[in-house]
């Protein structure tokens, strides 16, 4: 997987509830080395605004919504996350920023790196720079 894209999860749901089973190399497009999440947003805050060198991600919002703004240097798109049996993959090289959570909302995070903070550019014009010189 190269681009920016929706997934859809298969959920096994009965009387009792949802279930949501996720594995590397199968719903989830790569080796999954690390998870994260963040919650507790104020409806004001604009995470990420950064990209990674290195690492793939997929996200997905376990409670709540929030909005997903991509770029790949050359063409920008939005995405909303609003149910738990969705997910954005974001590949590397990608700019990215999480913003208009609801109060509620939970945003789970895997990878396919571990953490490096050398891999971030936090700079937006070094970062088109780097995609654009490829
Ligand atoms: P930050 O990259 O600012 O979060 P976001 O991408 O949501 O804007 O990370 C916040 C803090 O958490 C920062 O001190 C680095 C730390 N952190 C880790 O230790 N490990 C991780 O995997 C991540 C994503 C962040």
Redo the contacts with the bound molecule.
């Keep these: 997987m190269q681009e920016t894209q929706m997934i859809s999860f298969q959920e096994h749901g009965d009387s009792r509830g949802n279930l949501i089973a996720l594995e590397g190399e199968k719903e989830i497009p790569f080796h999954i080395q ?1 998870i ?1 999440y ?1 919650y507790g947003m104020d409806k004001t805050a604009v ?4 990209a990674n060198r290195k690492s793939n991600f997929v996200m997905i919002c376990l409670k709540g919504t929030a909005k997903i703004k991509v770029d790949d240097g050359r063409k920008s798109q939005t995405f909303v996350l609003e149910k738990p049996d969705q997910g954005l993959f974001i590949p590397k090289e990608t700019w ?1 920023e ?1 913003s208009d959570f609801s109060a509620d909302s939970v945003l789970l ?1 895997l ?1 396919d790196e ?2 490096d ?1 050398g891999e ?1 550019i936090r700079d937006y014009q070094e970062f088109v720079k780097e995609v654009t010189d490829l």
């Excluded at 995470?47 to 950064?50: A, D, N, T």
Aim: net charge positive; proline share 0%.
């Design positions: 690390r994260f963040i995470r990420g605004q950064h990215k999480m995070v990878s571990t953490y903070a971030y």
